[in-house]
């Protein structure tokens, strides 16, 4: 590639955020999509961490740069400059344990109150390798996202079931969404919301045959 190419490249830069209560898996998900690698030994640390993955869409360079809690949720002191700029958030629960899906609530509040941006979110059952001792129905994870209009995946960051997907698909709706206002400035915020939805939930037909790609299967 020339300098003249590198120079007319279009380059996106969208901030995703990974929420959810402590040892759901978040900080594997992100190391199994950035690194791929899985530490069964992790332990939370305190502080924010984020790695930058990079798609190609469109002929265009679409940046992610994904941030981790860090073991923050543990002590209360995810903050509001966590949120800040995000355009796309992982709310992430862990199958095998009721009261993670339960607190999903929880995070969901507190990304509407500090997020400053349409955020395109995704509910993500982590863990779905722990079928044996599932708590969390898939039903009740696809009536969740149903009812607040999210995407839903399963994922297992420990085998890697679906993980590129759950990213690569909050990635590409962004960058849908954003690429749209870009090409017509008058675009509201609440048309972009609506389109965003539509593509989440593209009725029932649609929406039961992005789950039934997505969702971790039985084994």
Request: hydrophobic share 35%; glycine share 6%.
């Given at each position: ?105 929880k995070w969901l509040e507190e990304l509407n109150a500090h997020a400053d941006t349409i955020v395109t979110r995704m509910l993500v059952g982590n863990k779905c390798d722990l079928e044996s001792i599932r708590e969390v129905s898939v039903e009740e994870g696809k009536s969740l996202a149903e009812e607040q209009e999210f995407f ?68």
């Amino acid at each position: 590639m020339d300098s003249s190419d590198e120079e007319s490249r279009e380059e996106y830069l969208f901030k995703i955020v990974i929420i959810g209560d402590s040892a759901v898996g978040k900080s594997n998900l992100l190391s199994r999509y950035a690194r791929n690698e899985f530490n069964p030994h992790s332990k939370a640390t305190i502080g924010v961490e984020f790695q930058t993955r990079s798609l190609e869409i469109d002929g265009k360079e679409v940046k992610a740069q994904i941030w981790d809690t860090a073991g923050q949720e543990r002590f209360r002191a995810v903050t509001s400059a966590y949120y800040r700029g995000a355009f796309g958030a992982l709310l992430v629960y862990d199958i095998s344990r009721k009261d993670t899906f339960q607190n999903v609530a929880k995070w969901l509040e507190e990304l509407n109150a500090h997020a400053d941006t349409i955020v395109t979110r995704m509910l993500v059952g982590n863990k779905c390798d722990l079928e044996s001792i599932r708590e969390v129905s898939v039903e009740e994870g696809k009536s969740l996202a149903e009812e607040q209009e999210f995407f839903f995946i399963e994922t297992s960051a420990l085998d890697s079931t679906n993980v590129k997907q759950a990213f690569e698909i909050v990635i590409r709706e962004i960058y849908s969404n954003v690429s749209r206002k870009v090409l017509n400035p008058d675009l509201s915020k609440a048309e972009l919301s609506v389109n965003r939805v539509s593509l989440a939930n593209d009725g029932a037909k649609g929406s039961k045959q992005t789950w039934g790609n997505y969702t971790c299967c039985s084994r």
